[in-house]
């Protein structure tokens, strides 16, 4: 018995031993691993070429920000005009007319003035008449159809009563009646004459047009800019005449030289007529120590003048002027050939802000060796810009350098589903507003100590890089972002997501596969989008910890693995 109870206490002894020995262990490991520092690897190349072309690589690069930066006024926030368009034509033109009086023929001249020759059109465009067809005296009534190959006929059987065809002047009777000499056509109950088809006169007659001049008055404004100008200077000669070189800034354009900007012959398009198009271009810079805000003018043939007769060429369209004769009321049917010019308004207006600015610096520093990174507190009214090659911490702790929030544009908001729109208030029951309660909060068990919310979980990333996902949405303690409405509606709602992709790409098939993985994305980019404002900041913005989560338990991957935080650079 003493031998088994010397044996135990041997083994007692060792084991205590062994159990001491690890303790150490694992302590100087612990100290040891909270010791050590994490640094990149240099590799050092001595080699002239290497090294000329790597400076003459960030020279260029440098060189070349600059360039873009002043050139391309990177610094500005730039915004699209917003424009209203009035012309009016001047000009008299003469049309000579031949008509038989007393069995002789005797020619007249007409006038034809601007309520003559222009028509006017909706929207920024206006239309003058180069040419024209008449047909004067017709009045409601039983006549014969004009020859085709449908109204031809030989007998009654051949018309068929109440029949009108796509390109019938009236509707049949369904009697064959003679139309001239022997030829027969089936009667129609329309407006008569008939209207016969014709060639457009040539050469056109009002060709003396090339001469009209027109006056182009366009006031644009940039409503964020608070902003507001025009094309007309106060200082202008009334008697200017457009011209590229010498008189660019005039808004009266003669018909003639607008064709000859665009190398076409205004006698040979104001036979059939055409489309032209009037650009007026604003790059306008708002800033005042360079401010610059004058249009510049150019044009462009529209229509397709290659177009073969039987494919519609030039442009034309009827109206008709009414009168009364004798009590019966009459009309005279115009076929108008001529040209339509639209005005084509765009451009922008710049002005400094200091975010732009900010931005574009931020994005072209990862090429001299700096990555930056956003992110956003909910407790917090700033975004904080944190430099990753100089993280050594969690972003939780990151200080950064703190970016003015970019103000929320809320016109896009008219876009969003019917879903989203608050719901009318129910009588009697006074309105409320949920709030982000602030102090401590219930914490799950494998909650990391870095989180402020009690909804986030630890990093599924290799050790090295865990640091750029540990990150709460809160800085201080308080309620999970998650938790607030906006974020169930914005941004883990299945139909608002769907509709935010079809939006961007009508024909995207939603099956059964894929649909968690691009609802997932897209809900990602929804939260940089809401919580980061500028589009160039949401490229660079990390996601907390509690809303990835959350976003991945309502659209799980299959596989249950998450690539987690890929860097772009």
Request: with cysteine; proline share 6%; net charge positive.
């Amino acid at each position: 018995m003493s031998s088994v109870r010397a044996s135990q206490a041997l083994l007692r002894g060792t084991s205590s031993s062994w159990c001491f020995e690890d303790s150490l262990t694992m302590a100087y490991s612990r100290f040891h691993l909270s010791c050590q520092h994490t640094s990149a690897k240099v590799v050092l190349i001595e080699n002239l070429w290497i090294g000329t072309l790597k400076k003459l690589f960030i020279v260029g690069t440098l060189l070349y920000i600059c360039f873009a930066l002043v050139n391309d006024k990177r610094y500005q926030w730039k915004e699209p005009v917003v424009s209203s368009v009035h012309a009016k034509v001047k000009g008299v033109g003469e049309v000579k007319k031949e008509i038989m009086e007393n069995g002789l023929k005797k020619v007249v001249w007409n006038v034809f003035d601007t309520a003559d020759y222009t028509v006017p059109l909706q929207g920024n465009s206006f239309f003058v008449m180069t040419n024209f067809l008449k047909i004067e005296g017709q009045e409601q009534g039983l006549c014969p159809e004009y020859p085709t190959r449908g109204t031809l006929c030989s007998s009654d059987r051949g018309c068929k009563k109440g029949w009108m065809g796509p390109k019938s002047k009236g509707i049949q009777t369904g009697r064959c009646i003679e139309y001239k000499g022997k030829q027969k056509t089936c009667e129609v109950s329309a407006w008569c004459p008939v209207e016969a088809v014709e060639k457009a006169p040539e050469p056109a007659l009002l060709g003396s047009a090339e001469n009209f001049t027109v006056l182009i008055k366009n006031n644009i404004d940039f409503p964020r800019h608070n902003y507001t100008t025009r094309n007309i200077l106060p200082d202008i000669n009334v008697t200017c005449t457009f011209h590229k070189t010498q008189n660019p800034q005039c808004p009266i354009f003669r018909l003639g030289d607008i064709f000859q900007e665009t190398g076409d012959n205004f006698s040979d398009v104001a036979i059939q007529g055409g489309i032209m198009g009037i650009e007026i271009y604003w790059d306008c810079n708002l800033d005042s120590w360079f401010h610059h805000c004058r249009p510049k003018y150019s044009f462009r043939r529209l229509d397709d003048k290659t177009a073969k007769e039987s494919l519609y060429p030039g442009y034309n369209f009827r109206y008709a002027k009414y009168y009364k004769e004798n009590n019966t009321e009459k009309r005279t049917l115009i076929k108008a050939f001529g040209i339509r010019f639209d005005i084509l308004v765009f451009g922008t207006g710049g002005k400094f802000d200091i975010i732009q600015l900010i931005v574009y610096i931020g994005s072209n520093l990862s090429y001299f060796g700096l990555t930056l990174k956003y992110v956003s507190f909910v407790d917090e009214p700033h975004i904080r810009m944190v430099n990753q090659r100089l993280l050594g911490r969690s972003l939780q702790d990151a200080e950064g350098e703190e970016v003015p929030r970019p103000p929320m544009d809320f016109t896009d908001l008219s876009r969003l589903p019917l879903s989203l729109h608050e719901p009318p208030p129910i009588p009697g029951q006074p309105e409320t507003i949920q709030l982000l309660s602030e102090g401590a909060t219930p914490r799950s068990s494998d909650c990391p100590n870095w989180c402020q919310c009690g909804k986030c979980l630890p990093s599924q990333l290799p050790e090295r890089q865990r640091c750029l996902e540990e990150l709460c949405c809160r800085k201080k303690l308080g309620a999970c972002i998650t938790t607030s409405e906006p974020f169930k509606k914005l941004i883990l709602s299945r139909h608002v997501l769907q509709f935010l992709l079809h939006y961007q790409e009508p024909l995207l098939v939603l099956d059964a596969d894929s649909t968690n993985s691009q609802l997932r994305h897209c809900a990602y980019r929804c939260y940089t989008t809401w919580r980061f404002g500028s589009q160039d900041l949401a490229d660079f913005a990390i996601l907390p910890s509690c809303c990835r989560w959350r976003i991945r338990r309502e659209f799980p991957k299959r596989e249950g693995q998450y690539s987690g935080f890929k860097s772009p650079y």
